[in-house]
């Protein structure tokens, strides 16, 4: 039937075992169920012959098989572990040949298949895969044979490892639920550092560790079980191969402490509800001492949680404004079982008395008693309404308390309407445009004091004292305050310089563009699926001409060329990191390096390989430039480390998954990405949105997990405001709020003081904000600032990309945003000269102003010059004929 296991040795000395039918069995591993080609975060996976051995050559000896199958079928065995001639034979033929022992466990296979069970814990509804058991045994034995046969017998996916490392390499990668570690011996590892190694990490909070201990001899005393305890291990199994015996601990800990923990597990998920439900939740325990509030409850009262958790709510102030009997009847009715709700007055930490409707709801719990008291609380809508419904709460007595809630909320309802009608102004049967009147007047009354309204406001004061002449001057710079586009140089015609006007029009514009006929077009959405992107191999050790290519990283000249060709296109993870190991990104994050490893992985391969230009190359280069930039010392002295990790962070996502197309094509084309994002930073929107997707949704990649929710809420809005800054309709803004509020106060401090080294205002928020923006501008578009082979291979590629675009337009009748990069006329020293020109030379003069970079602005005076020949050249060989 082919569903017997096979058994992989990893060259960490971890063994996995899975199924070889791994189209239907439960009992793959996901990472195995992905093909050859899944990274195993830190394990290679070396598949054999013996995979591919059919049944019958992979038998072996019938008579060792017989009797190995016919033990792990009926559970039996001696209790003293002995197998037998038949599995001596069968160890000895393992240590001889591995392909021999894979084959022979494959036989051996009882056919088991267990489903997913269906477990319940209150109203949920959950379902558990099959267990996961990693056994850690230095040596095969009987011991270690008769959990693994147990393992399979239960339908428990089942892993082996021979050393500590490996070990917890496998634990980190799988996080099993029960781990089997073997105590009776110590000079092949210490079980007991082991299991406080595997204790230490977050996923072993949920997994039970099984001591495997020796037999206490008749004449010593049974050892003590607390420094198992001590050492972390929840249970102690004394030795037995038995086969049977080890199945039954193993199904008892399944339903008792991993079933447990399984659903301990499932209240992350209500936590998580709790956490963002809009209503303010309390839960006390029977005594009235906080256990829990949820942060819409710390947003209300303006406690955090630290101040509240383990206090009585006797102790917290109280408003005077509740009537005196009214915690006396709340404390009636809950402890009696009831629910109770109604208004009442809480004191805030500020001092002030806030309105409230609460609902408190009594927990019946264990022996049937009352356990947990848990209060919703929202606050009253008006001051209005909270006194009518104070007045039904006081006049009506305990009844009220249980009124339905869409009773009330008519009631508020019909008070509100009545208020209304009574402030209205007018008659006593007033016109609707008189009851208008009054909140027109004020919205036309009202003054938007935003910095451009202030500004426009003083100009037309001025107007009225000036001369007619300065008047009509002032008039001018209205018109212009007015535009929307306040940064952008305003271009002339087409014909003063077509490469110059294209780059803008097709780098610089998101708006759909109309065709003949006023239609626009719609295509198929050029966003391709990342779904089917196989992930690369895991990196376990960095080839040594990859290592020496990376000693050069920290210099401004390294070829990252030659770092995509050795890797094969996958620079990204390597560089990603040897850049991030030297900033301490993953100590930062407070993740691990496989963590770290695997969310490069998906990182690199969401970007396109088909790409000219927007590959994963580009984003080790940009991701180069960078780390290059945050080591320059005025750099470093105005950014923190989360600046910095921002900054690493989003240049290595800040075009995952880009089409290898503008955003001008996929509005014209009415791509599904253009709909979404409507027409605004399209591509830009998307790599960030994606990257989260791609961190946050499995946590084998999750760099974030372990940080506080604050530390990440400001580190991911570095990030998108980063990326976001790449999108090119908002350069001469980002460049020109540079200059004036950095560049020009530096300037101005440097005139009166010989220190440079901590410039006014530099290191405020909205200052590092400006320097990041820049940062990441100049790393993304640095190609003309490159020595001169990298320059020219980068002006290729991108020009390839825009051919390829303009190809497409014309093959689907979308406008041409870009005509000179037509592939047959195209000039792309002009291309990079406009650009240069247009683009570069101002930001990076402004850059290097602040940074410091007279390598760069040499290479790009040289570059610049290295076009400017090849045009000439060009246009003299082509008047040649007709001067002729």
Known sequence: MGCAPSIHVSQSGVIYCRDSDESNSPRQTSSLSQGPTAPLHGLFVQTDAADAMPPSRAAGPSGAVRVRRSRAELGSGSSTGSSGPAVTTCRGRRRHCCSSAEAETQTSYTSVKVSSAEVRIGPMRLTQDPIQVLLIFAKEDSQSDGFWWACDRAGYRCNIARTPESALECFLDKHHEIIVIDHRQTRNFDAEAVCRSIRATNPSEHTVILAVVSQASDDHEEASVLPLLHAGFNRRFMENSSIIACYNELIQIEHGEVRSQFKLRACNSVFTALDHCHEAIEITSDDHVIQYVNPA???????????????????????????ADLLD?????????????????????????????????????????????????????TTDNNKQIHRIHRDSGDNSQTEPPSFRHKSRRKESIDVKSISSRGSDAPSLQNRRYPSMARIHSMTIEAPITKVINIINAAQENSPVTVAEALDRVLEILRTTELYSPQLGTKDEDPHTSDLVGGLMTDGLRRLSGNEYVFTKNVHQSHSHLAMPITINDVPTSIAQLLDNEESWDFNIFELEAVTHKRPLVYLGLKVFSRFGVCEFLNCTETTLRAWLQVIEANY???????????AADVLHATAFFLGKER????????????????????D??????????LCNAGSELAVLYNDT????????ALAFQLTVKDTKCNIFKNIDRNHYRTLRQAIIDMVL?????????HVNKFVNSINKPLAAESEGSDCEC???????PENQILIKRMMIKCADVANPCRPLDLCIEWAGRISEEYFAQTDEEKRQGLPVVMPVFDRNTCSIPKSQISFIDYFITDMFDAWDAFAHLPALMQHLADNYKHWKTLDDLKCKSLRLPSES
């Open 608 to 618: 396109h390989s088909s790409n000219a230009y927007h590959n994963s190359t580009h």
């Open 297 to 323: 409850f710390e947003r209300m009262m303006g406690y955090h949680k630290g101040e509240l958790l383990g206090k009585e709510l006797a102790d917290l102030p109280k408003s005077d404004k509740n009537r």
């Open 758 to 764: 901590n410039p006014t205002g530099k290191n405020f």
């Open 725 to 733: 800054a790449t999108e090119m309709t908002k350069h001469f803004e």
């Open 635 to 654: 750099v470093k002295g105005s950014l923190d480390q989360l600046d910095e990790v921002a900054a690493l962070i989003a240049a290595t996502v800040h």
């Open 656 to 665: 995952v998954d880009h089409p290898g197309r503008t955003n001008s094509f």
């Open 681 to 688: 930073a399209v591509l830009e929107s998307h790599h960030t």
């Open 329 to 381: 009847t709340i404390n009636t009715c809950i402890k009696k079982g009831k629910e109770w709700q109604g208004v009442y007055y809480a004191r805030r930490k500020s001092g002030d008395s806030i309105q409230q409707h609460v609902k408190i709801t009594p927990v019946i719990g264990q022996g049937g008693k009352i356990r947990h008291f848990v209060s919703l609380k929202k606050l009253c809508c």
